[in-house]
């Protein structure tokens, strides 16, 4: 079983950046594909990058590609999104997400197995 706990949100002028965090426990976080996805009021979780179980690769969706950076660190059990140039769009609730399945790569909420509690992201205009 892992256990997933977001930190990092907060309140941000347009323009500025956000480091969230996603502290991970359990013994085989390393072996997981591991994704941010955001999510809004009435709407469906919407995909936003994901990393290889080694974080030799990772995809971003085409809405922060440039300016989102997904990266882990397995000894510490952690996965980290910078986020920069941030938009008025990109206000969400933020979760990561972690993925059993064999493959590097996960783009829809269904195909993952563990979630935080999120953390909101709010940008100001």
């Known amino acids: 079983q892992v256990q997933l706990v977001e930190s990092g949100g907060g309140l941000v002028q347009a323009g500025g950046s956000l480091r969230l965090s996603c502290a991970a426990s359990g013994r085989t976080f390393s072996s997981y594909a591991m994704g941010w996805f955001r999510q809004t009021p009435g709407k469906e979780r919407e995909f936003v990058a994901v990393i290889s179980w080694s974080g030799g690769s990772a995809r971003y969706a085409d809405s922060v590609k440039g300016r989102f950076t997904i990266s882990r660190d397995n000894v510490e059990n952690t996965v980290y999104l910078q986020m920069n140039s941030l938009k008025p769009e990109d206000t969400a609730v933020y979760y990561c997400?972690?993925?059993?399945?064999?493959?590097?790569?996960?783009?829809?909420?269904?195909?993952?197995?563990?979630w935080g509690q999120g953390t909101q992201v709010t940008v100001s205009s």
């Open positions: 997400a972690g993925a059993r399945g064999r493959g590097s790569y996960y783009y829809t909420a269904d195909e993952y197995d563990y």
